[in-house]
């Protein structure tokens, strides 16, 4: 079963980053940096399928170029510690075909372009280790806004404090929506989430599912306690300790039962693809200093 995963990461020329770098091993492509004449050839890299460049409307051609692109946004940030590059990671479904995914992947590229105005490149995977149903989008962004003279100001609404939370928020929700968009066009009703799992029980409190949900549980909590299968644990009491003591048949079970916690059940969604708010469902992530990163 497929779930939702999306991770934002920024990369600094302090840190060894190179965009340059970063956009060839995303891409499958060889990119040469004029700056130090270093050479990026990742056309071998097993795992790509398709990738290409993507600017606003009325942007220079040489933008679609990912050697020209990614040259001008190094030579765009002049300091040492500049951010050079943006990275989108998001989990693609394993339901539907590439060409399909293909389409979500652009959907979700043109939303981005139109929301923060910068040039991207979009990078379409395969899995190649692990799961085999893994497949994901890279979507490598400029730092700046991409205009018809060439890369502008900086999108730093990304970046603040202020708004930088609930761009990311909407960033989330935007890709689920659209995730949840493509997967029913094809006749598919499940529908992935990207609020975290105790968001979604905030969510929940008062309507019906939740009230439903409570009452079961404590309707089981009532009959496990007339069936004497619940236990009291008192502090500094072990599991076992309470195993052994547990009451026979016809026993008096009315002793104080203060350490069950009644924790509220989340009932199931039956149909829907799970969600990992920590991004930690996938794989270790690994980054080099020349800012390759891939959740291979």
């Known amino acids: 079963m497929a779930i939702y995963h999306t991770r934002i990461r920024t990369y600094s020329r302090a840190k060894g980053h190179s965009a340059i770098a970063a956009a060839a091993y995303r891409g499958g492509y060889l990119l040469t940096d004029p700056n130090s004449g270093a050479r990026h050839d990742y056309r071998g890299r097993a795992g790509i399928i398709q990738s290409r460049c993507m600017a606003p409307p009325g942007s220079p051609a040489w933008a679609d170029d990912p050697q020209a692109l990614w040259a001008a946004a190094e030579a765009a940030e002049r300091r040492c510690n500049s951010t050079v590059c943006r990275d989108f990671a998001i989990a693609l479904p394993h339901e539907l075909d590439d060409p399909k995914r293909w ?4 959907d979700i590229a043109h939303r981005l372009i139109e929301r923060y105005g910068f040039a991207l490149q979009a990078s379409h995977h395969r899995p190649t280790k692990n799961d085999p149903r893994y497949f994901y989008a890279h979507l490598l962004a400029t730092t700046r806004r991409m205009q ?6 900086k999108t730093r609404v990304l970046d603040g404090r202020i708004n930088g939370k ?12 659209r995730i949840n968009g493509h997967l029913a066009e094809v006749g598919i009703g499940k529908a992935v989430e990207h609020r975290s799992l105790t968001e979604r029980l905030e969510a929940m409190r008062g309507n019906g599912i939740f009230i439903q949900g409570q009452e079961r549980f404590e309707q089981l909590l009532s009959r496990y306690r007339q069936e ?4 009291s644990v008192p502090d500094g009491h072990t599991a076992e300790q309470a195993q052994r003591e547990r009451p026979g048949p016809g026993m008096d079970t009315s002793t104080d039962e ?6 509220p059940v989340m009932p199931a969604s039956v149909g829907r693809l799970s969600s990992n708010r920590d991004d930690e469902a996938l794989s270790t992530m690994q980054v080099d200093r020349s800012g390759h990163q891939d959740t291979h």
């Open 228 to 231: 004497g299968r619940l236990l």
């Open 166 to 177: 609930e761009e990311v928020e909407w960033i989330r929700a935007m890709i689920a929506e």
């Open 258 to 263: 203060t350490s069950v916690a009644k924790m």
């Open 148 to 153: 018809a003279s060439g890369l502008t100001q």
């Open 103 to 106: 389409d979500l992947t652009l």
